[in-house]
């Protein structure tokens, strides 16, 4: 069973860091992207960075840009997002999904397969 589990999520302080994993079961990222996309209340689905197959080549979305870092896949088929100095806006449900190209990541591909995601909220 091909299955995604997102965690790392919870509340933190404007400024602070949270770490978001990505873990594969079922199959190996190593022939897949990965990305990380965000749905805040109210808010359409944005995506928020993406990583190749073999980790060679990411995007990240503007908004994100020098405070969020994806990593990975590693031996553990996972994919990691570092999201530093968080802002209030970043609240929302983080998920990870897969694509099964291999070499390059856009965002805007049709993902295959998606987690549960998990909740992340910046708040004071």
């Known amino acids: 069973q091909l299955q995604l589990v997102e965690s790392g999520g919870g509340l933190v302080q404007p400024g602070g860091s949270l770490r978001l994993s990505c873990a594969a079961s079922g199959f190996t990222l190593d022939y897949y992207a990965i990305g990380w996309f965000r749905q805040a209340p109210g808010k359409e689905r944005e995506g928020v960075s993406c990583?190749?197959?073999?980790?060679?080549?990411?995007n990240y979305a503007d908004s994100v840009k020098g405070r969020f870092t994806i990593s990975g896949p590693n031996a553990k088929n996972t994919v990691y997002l570092q999201m530093n100095s968080l802002k209030p806006e970043d609240t929302a449900v983080y998920y990870c999904?897969?694509?099964?190209?291999?070499?390059?990541?856009?965002?805007?591909?049709?993902?295959?397969?998606w987690g549960q995601g998990t909740q992340v909220t910046v708040s004071s």
């Open positions: 990583i190749s197959s073999g980790g060679g080549s990411t």
């Open positions: 999904a897969a694509v099964g190209v291999q070499g390059m990541c856009v965002m805007t591909l049709q993902y295959d397969y």
